[in-house]
């Protein structure tokens, strides 16, 4: 069974960046599809970033383009997201999934597309 840990959430000020991680353990790292999904209070789990398993395609959700960046260190068995101009609305708990389904066809917006998540880091943006 595939296993996900996240960290880096924190408190940070508007403006400010964090940088979160993802470590897989107990799967064979370069063979899944990484994604990050973040969930708001009283608001359904939305698409963050996604990144396939070379790191060939990254695919990003329009409100945190240019701002956020995911990668991945196959090396490492991690894979990260990097968060800069941080906002209010960016509060959330963020998770990272993994699948390791087919290339063709993925579903890489939707939580559907994931067999695997971690149990979330909680990043707060104060104005």
């Known amino acids: 069974q595939v296993q996900l840990v996240e960290s880096g959430g924190g408190l940070v000020q508007a403006g400010g960046s964090l940088r979160l991680s993802c470590a897989v353990s107990e799967g064979s790292f370069s063979s899944l599809h990484m994604g990050w999904f973040r969930q708001a209070p009283g608001k359904e789990r939305e698409f963050v970033a996604a990144?396939?398993?070379?790191?060939?395609?990254?695919f990003t959700a329009d409100s945190v383009k240019g701002r956020f960046t995911i990668s991945r260190d196959n090396s490492k068995d991690m894979v990260s997201l990097q968060m800069n101009s941080l906002e209010p609305d960016d509060t959330a708990v963020y998770y990272c999934?993994?699948?390791?389904?087919?290339?063709?066809?993925?579903?890489?917006?939707?939580?559907?597309?994931?067999?695997?998540w971690g149990r979330g880091t909680s990043v707060t943006v104060s104005s």
């Open positions: 999934a993994a699948d390791g389904g087919a290339l063709s066809g993925r579903v890489w917006r939707q939580p559907r597309g994931y067999n695997y």
């Open positions: 990144i396939s398993r070379t790191g060939l395609a990254t």
